[in-house]
Structure formats: structure tokens, C-alpha cells
């Protein structure tokens, strides 16, 4: 089964800051999914990323995906207090054909 | 709008008994998934299920089965529930692979005491 490295593991912010995280491999994927989970919640799927070098927008959310489709990274503007969350990407790597989890990037954005 | 929903959002059982986690989903999706999560150690998964009937182990099965009698169902048995069975059961389904996501239920965090 093939890992995906996410960092950084923890990361509190004050409102109005910009950030990015990552998101990393060795091997390479047909395709990359970012999600966010909020406190208490389940994971929800917020983008799928499919082509090598690819650029997807989010109103305040970038998204790319590497050039050799063993990364991604995913960076926000002006964070606000609503982004704090655990960011979790995925790729389909597991064994049986099952997505493969990161384990998340925790986010708290303070006003 | 279309979900997942778990039956519980909190459960406390005792050491030993028998505890059932209930999945439907309501999107006619093929494939159905268990997993926990715990801090620092991500989501795992427990079983999935990629037709009625149909169930398949994941990472870490031992001490869980499950059933799919229906397409829309999904269940999580904890045989003799432990306390290192303690944490956030998630359950997820998705309408193929390959670049499909997924949809996950709320969660059900479970203490065994």
C-alpha cells in the first residue's frame, strides 16, 4: 500500500493569514482528492484533482496537483475562523483498490 | 440531499458486549466502508464492501465483522467489545473507484468502558 505524507501536522493561524500544506508521495496517482473535517464530523470531499499540474479554485482554496502526480499541496487566502478543520487528502493506492488517507493537516485559525 | 447516517452519534458499552454500528446510505452507491480513527494515527480502514453480500478486510478487521444484506445497509459488529476498541467510527460509500469520492456518515464515537 502506498503512503501519503501530509505536513505540516498542526497549524494554528490568526484570521486574515495565508497558509499552504502538503501533501506527498512516492508513488504516482491517476488522481488526488482534499477533504475537510470539521470537529465531530465526518470528512467531506471538497476537490478531486486528475491531471499532472493541474490548478483548481475553491472561492478562498487552491488546489495543484504535481506535475508528476506524486503531490499536492493546497493554499488558502485571508483564512478565516469557518476553515479550521483537519485536511485530509487521498489518492486510490490501497491493496484492494480502496482510497489511501493521509493523515491530515490540523488547522485553527483564531480571530 | 443526498447522505450517510450513522445510527448513533455516541455510544458507551461495557468490555465484552456485543455492538452493533448501523450505516445507511441513500445514494444507491456500490461500495460501503468502516473506519476508525484515532489521533495520530489517521483513518483506518476496518472492512469494506463492494456488492450485497459482499465484504472484504481492510488494515486492521481483527475484532470486527460486518454485514450488507442490502445495498443501502451496512453494519459494524464489534464481537466482544475492548477498550482499545474506543474511538470514531466513521462509515463511507462511493459510487465506483478510480476517482470517485467518498461520502461519510457523521461518525459514532464509541467508548468502551
Known amino acids: 500500500t502506498q503512503l501519503l505524507e501530509q505536513s505540516p501536522q498542526f497549524l494554528s493561524i490568526q484570521e486574515g493569514e495565508n497558509l499552504t500544506v502538503y501533501c506527498n508521495s512516492s508513488?504516482?496517482?491517476?488522481?488526488l482528492q482534499w477533504y475537510r473535517q470539521e470537529p465531530g464530523e465526518g470528512p467531506v470531499l471538497l476537490v478531486t484533482?486528475?491531471?499532472?499540474?493541474e490548478v483548481k479554485k475553491l472561492k478562498r482554496l487552491t488546489f495543484q496537483f504535481g506535475d508528476a502526480r506524486k503531490d499536492s499541496s493546497l493554499h488558502i487566502t485571508a483564512a478565516q475562523p469557518g476553515d479550521t478543520g483537519l485536511y485530509l487528502c487521498?489518492?486510490?493506492?490501497?491493496?484492494?483498490?480502496?482510497?489511501?488517507f493521509g493523515k491530515g493537516t490540523k488547522l485553527s485559525v483564531k480571530p | 440531499d443526498v447522505k450517510v447516517t450513522q445510527s448513533s452519534r455516541y455510544l458507551v458499552k461495557r468490555t465484552g458486549e456485543k455492538v452493533f454500528l448501523e450505516c445507511v446510505q441513500d445514494?444507491?452507491?456500490?461500495?460501503m466502508f468502516w473506519y476508525r480513527q484515532d489521533p495520530g494515527l489517521g483513518l483506518r480502514l476496518i472492512y469494506f464492501?463492494?456488492?450485497?453480500?459482499?465484504?472484504e478486510k481492510g488494515d486492521i478487521p481483527e475484532g470486527y465483522s460486518v454485514s450488507r444484506e442490502k445495498k443501502e445497509r451496512f453494519s459494524l459488529i464489534l464481537e466482544s467489545a475492548s477498550t482499545n476498541q474506543t474511538s470514531m467510527y466513521l462509515c463511507?460509500?462511493?459510487?465506483?473507484?478510480?476517482?470517485?469520492?467518498?461520502?461519510f456518515g457523521s461518525g459514532t464515537r464509541l467508548t468502551v468502558v
Open positions: 445514494m444507491d452507491h456500490e461500495n
Open positions: 484533482v486528475v491531471t499532472g499540474g
Open positions: 487521498a489518492a486510490y493506492g490501497g491493496s484492494q483498490g480502496n482510497l489511501i
Open positions: 508513488s504516482v496517482f491517476s488522481s
Open positions: 463511507a460509500s462511493s459510487l465506483g473507484t478510480g476517482s470517485y469520492g467518498y461520502t
Open positions: 464492501s463492494y456488492d450485497v453480500k459482499m465484504k
